[in-house]
């Protein structure tokens, strides 16, 4: 079966700039997750979406931070404006249910500010 | 919030030396998790513990759930180049579906 996608698979912008990338997770997994990892440390969970609703978004930081899951499959996770700490690998993930499932990791996108 | 704690942060072992990872959580969770991460790569899982005290074993890897459901280990015997990469646990809390990840050990093998 097909992996987790992601695009692009790098990215460079100069602060204040805006970014958006994209997920398809594995078809069937109901359960979609952006993580956010910075050089050294594990992944830190963005928001989780069951379907199309959102489970947790409680350490998404809002006023930068968007993201949408349309129709329940693929999602786009959005940046604007962009701050330097913002330089990190942007995980998606999926599981066929929340909870005790493993996740499907996709490659990352590795986003660099400027 | 919960937090889960892992130690040693990094660990370099000559090819065949056996290599232990241990893993804390701030709370009692409902399961726990184990991910491997190869340099440049994605997280990929490994495996999952449930029960109290359960003991899980993949070949050379040993996987154990602490008796009060708040601690992991993971043991690698006489470990080989195709170990390295960094490992994660992640711990599921009992209240909600979140898994928070460790900070990993960083394993490299010296061959």
């Known amino acids: 079966e097909a992996g987790v996608a992601q695009s692009p698979r790098y990215k460079i912008i100069e602060k204040r700039q805006s970014v958006a990338f994209w997920c398809n997770p594995i078809s069937g997994h109901a359960t979609l997750y952006w993580y956010q990892q910075i050089l050294g440390q594990g992944p830190k969970l963005l928001i989780q979406f069951q379907n199309n609703g959102v489970v947790d978004d409680s350490q998404l930081p809002k006023d930068r931070f968007s993201a949408e899951r349309l129709k329940g499959v693929d999602s786009t996770l959005k940046i604007q404006p962009a701050k330097l700490e913002d330089s990190a690998v942007y995980l998606c993930a999926s599981s066929l249910y929340r909870g005790s499932y493993e996740q499907y990791f996709g490659p990352g996108t590795r986003l660099t500010v400027t | 919030g919960q937090q889960v704690m892992q130690i040693p942060q990094y660990q370099h072992v000559q090819e065949g030396e056996d290599f232990t990872t241990y893993c804390n959580s701030s709370t009692t969770l409902s399961n726990i998790q184990w991910y491997k991460q190869r340099p440049g790569g994605h997280p990929v899982f490994l495996i999952q513990?449930?029960?109290?005290?359960e003991v899980k074993k993949q070949k050379r890897l040993t996987f154990q759930f602490g008796e009060a459901k708040k601690n992991s280990s993971l043991h690698i015997t006489a470990t080989q180049t195709t170990d390295v990469g960094t490992y994660f646990c992640a711990g599921l809390e009992t209240s909600g579906s979140r898994l928070t990840f460790g900070e990993g050990t960083q394993l490299t093998v010296n061959p």
């Open positions: 513990l449930v029960k109290s005290g």
